[in-house]
Every structure is written in C-alpha cells, then in structure tokens.
C-alpha cells in the first residue's frame, strides 16, 4: 500500500499536479500573514468580509454558552437544535421559499439533494464547468448524464429535445465557481419549462452576494420560479460554514427521509448556525458590502483587461488567469506569493485549464487592489523552463 501511494504521488509531482497547503496566521482577512510575512489575500471566498467579523464572533460565542460545542448526532437521532430550527426559519424569510433544510456543507448538499430528486431512468443535464460536488452527486443518482457546453442553452435545448427519459434535471452553478460568469438562468428556465425539466441552482458563490437583497442569482435576474431548487452556501460569502436548501415542503419531507448525507451525518454544530443567522442579519442590513464589492470587483477586471489579461468572460468577484499549464500556474502562484500577493494556482482536476483564481472581497481598499500589474504581467510572462 505505501509504496503504491508514493508512485502516486510521484506521478502527481512529475505532472506539477502535487498539492501543498499554505499555512496562514490569523483570521480570512483581507491581508493574511504566510510565513510570518504580511500579504494580500486574493483567493478567499469570504467575500463579504464576514468571517471575521464581530458580531458573528459574538454571536457564536453566546451560542456556545448557551448550548455547548457538539450537536450530539444527527438530527434524526438526538434532536433538532434550536439554533437549527432558528437558521432554517430564517433562511426560509430570507429566501422566500416554502422550506429549507440545512447540510452540513455545499458537498452534502449536492451529493445529497441530487440522488434523492432524479434517479435510474431519469436524465440529467448538467454544465460541463458545474462543480466537483455535483458532478459526484449526479454520478451517485444513477441516472443517465449529458453534459452541455458551459453556458450553451442552445446545445441544452437540442440535447433536451431528444431525451425520452420521463424525468429530467438541468443543474447549473449560478455564479461559475473558477470562471466567474453567470449562465444564461432566464433561457434555461425556459427550456426546463418547455421540456418539463427540473432546474438545480447551486448558488454557493452567489447566495449574500446577487440581487437587491442578497438572495442570489435569481433575485439578480429578476426571475421568479418557485420550482426551481436552489442550493445556497453559509461558508463563503456568509463567513460562516454550512449549507441549505430551499424549495417546496414537499422535497424538504423527501430530504429529512431520505437524504443520506442529512440523516447519517453528525448536525452542524450550534455555535455554527448562530454565526449563520447573524451573518443573514448582516447581509439584508447592509447592501453596502455588496455595493463594495462590486465596486472592487468591476475596479480589478477593468485593470487586469486594461493590463492585457485576459479575464474570460468573468462579470464579477471571481476572475479567471488561465495560463493553461500546470507547472507556469505554481510558479507563478510562488512568484507572487514573493511579491506579496497569496493568489492560489488551480489545476486539474479542479479546472480543464491550468490558472490563477483571484477573488476579491468588499473589505479590500482600492489601495489594496491597486497593486503593480506590471509587476504582475512581467510574472505572468517569464520564463518558466
Ligand atoms: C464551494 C462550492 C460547493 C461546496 O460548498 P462547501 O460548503 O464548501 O462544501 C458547492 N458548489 C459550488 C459551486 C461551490 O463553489
């Protein structure tokens, strides 16, 4: 087994593929220390700058005197916990849904949700760019799986048109998790209802962010469907950790008896959920962290397009570099790391192409994001023999 392991991860070196974790000091803030050494963070997913702030500290603490640490089990086994039922009603308000039930994580959420609404003899319609979690959960269903081209209602549409399957699935991310854009939601919908197809959004990178009030993509969109599941996570812009679902009483009863990752996995701890609930707070109070945000995220595309990168077709807080090699990424990722900046490398399979992931948030200054590009662009194009 060990020397079975080693060729492994001798493989993985040899190809650049090998990971390695980066130890940083201190909170998700917007400069982080690595190796004792201050630099900027431009790779977290606490967009909204909640992780660290005061008032889900507090409010975790509270909910650790008053109900401890641990949730002692399932919910099935020993109990709901007030702070579950707590969040989930307010989640529910917050999303203006029929029901909601919370995963311990976005990867439960998908792995769990998935098999549970489509199964053997159905077909599913998945974007080639969806995350890892709900391809895993796809593959768990069973059921038969078509991918279309990232973002090309019109290659959904005809593979769609062709399917006999009796039940169909359409699951795309709603804000693209490495490549930053959005798909066409309004169009895809509109197939789904022609075809009588389900929809699956996984909001993860868009729930707290999109829309007026930060219920997500299709509160940005201006679009209304009741049916369309949506699967929204608590670690990212909420700053917390944990996930959701949202949609009718009836797939909620379905999931509580069904699900496997809801009823055979220790509940999220309350502390958890208590910091959920504050950080919701937070989001619906004040638009202006979304405000900053944006206004961050369009600041930094406009520099990098006008610096001569190119961004894809990002639109907005996660903007893709490709470089579309494994061994040029880390290096880079290393070189930057040098210049003060912590910008992680992606590769596969995390991605088909090799590239740096930035992300900013809303406590970023322009100061902060007004760093050397040219400085940047000499990196991008050096030599990486
Ligand atoms: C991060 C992410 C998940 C997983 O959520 P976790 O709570 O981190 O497990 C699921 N889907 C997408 C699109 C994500 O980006």
């Known amino acids: 087994m060990e020397s079975a392991i080693r060729k492994r991860l001798k ?8 990971r390695r974790l980066t130890l940083i000091s201190g909170p998700q803030e917007p400069w982080v220390r690595v190796n004792g050494r201050r630099v900027l963070l431009l790779c977290s997913n606490n967009y909204l700058g909640l992780a660290n702030h005061p008032e889900l500290k507090e409010a975790a603490m509270k909910a650790v005197e008053k109900y401890g640490v641990g949730s002692g089990a399932s919910r099935l086994v020993s109990g709901t916990m007030e702070a579950h039922k707590e969040l989930e009603e307010k989640l529910k308000r917050f999303k203006k849904k029929e029901a ?14 998935i098999p549970q609404i489509i199964g053997r003899g159905g077909e599913i319609f998945s974007d080639k760019l969806n995350h890892a979690s709900i391809i895993d959960g796809c593959v768990l269903s069973r059921a038969a799986i078509k991918r279309y081209s990232h973002c090309d209602a019109g290659q959904l549409k005809d593979l769609i048109k062709k399917s006999t399957a009796r039940r169909k699935l359409i699951i795309t991310d709603g804000v693209f998790s490495m ?6 939601l309004k169009e895809i919908i509109e197939i789904a209802e022609k075809y009588g197809a389900t929809v699956f959004l996984d909001d993860a990178h868009s729930v707290g962010v999109f829309g007026k009030r930060g219920r ?10 009741p049916l369309v599941i949506e699967m929204g996570t ?8 944990g996930a959701f679902v949202a949609g009718s009483k009836k797939l909620i009863e379905l999931l509580i008896n069904r699900g496997r990752r809801f009823i055979y996995s220790t509940s999220l701890p309350p502390a958890v959920c208590a910091a959920s609930i504050r950080a919701i707070t937070i989001v619906e109070r004040e638009p202006e962290r979304r405000e900053r945000l ?13 610096g001569g990168f190119d961004i894809l077709k990002s639109s907005t807080h996660i903007i893709p570099l490709v470089t579309g090699d494994a061994k040029k990424t880390m290096a880079i990722t290393e070189r930057l790391l040098k210049k003060g900046i912590f910008c992680q490398g992606i590769r596969p399979p995390s991605v088909p192409s090799s590239r740096l992931r930035i992300t900013v948030t809303s406590e970023h200054t322009e100061k902060d994001l007004r760093f050397d590009l040219g400085g940047i662009k000499e990196v991008f194009e050096g030599n990486f023999s």
């Open 216 to 225: 997500g993509t299709l509160e940005y969109l201006g679009i209304e469907r």
């Open 294 to 306: 944006f206004k961050n995220a369009s600041y930094l595309r406009d520099s990098l397009k006008k």
């Open 11 to 18: 493989e993985l070196k040899e190809r650049y593929l090998k």
């Open 179 to 184: 490549d930053g854009d959005i798909p066409p």
């Open 100 to 113: 909601v039930l919370l995963f311990n994580s976005g990867w439960h959420a998908n792995t769990g949700i």
């Open 234 to 241: 608590l670690g990212k812009a909420f700053g917390s950790y």
